[in-house]
């Protein structure tokens, strides 16, 4: 098992960044990819991007594309969302996920581990 933590969520007006961090803990060495998803009120959780063990590869949703950074700091289990120009369509809550076996995906039914989400609401 994976235990997950976002941080560093928060209020913020269009236009302004975010950065969202992520601690693992537990059985990391057995995590390969990890990835961001956001759920708004009244929708279902989307995909927002995704890195591969190594950290060479990322893969991004359309609408965060040029936007959104994923990082990821494997010798401090950690991954990262860098959020910058950030609309009011990006609120949501934010959340963190690890995937065991398997390359890099978008879909939410591939991740084994979640956390428990950070709140993030850009004001217009």
């Known amino acids: 098992q994976v235990q997950l933590v976002e941080s560093g969520g928060g209020l913020v007006q269009a236009g302004g960044t975010l950065r969202l961090s992520c601690a693992a803990s537990g059985r990391t060495f057995s995590v390969n990819a990890m990835g961001w998803f956001r759920q708004a009120p009244g929708k279902e959780r989307e995909f927002v991007a995704a890195i591969n063990r190594s950290g060479g590869y990322t893969y991004y949703a359309d609408s965060v594309k040029g936007r959104f950074t994923m990082s990821r700091d494997n010798a401090n289990n950690a991954v990262y969302l860098q959020m910058n120009s950030l609309k009011p369509e990006d609120t949501a809550v934010y959340y963190c996920?690890?995937?065991?076996?398997?390359?890099?995906?978008?879909?939410?039914?591939?991740?084994?581990?979640w956390g428990q989400g950070t709140q993030v609401t850009v004001s217009s």
């Open positions: 996920a690890a995937r065991m076996m398997g390359p890099i995906s978008t879909r939410v039914a591939d991740f084994n581990s």
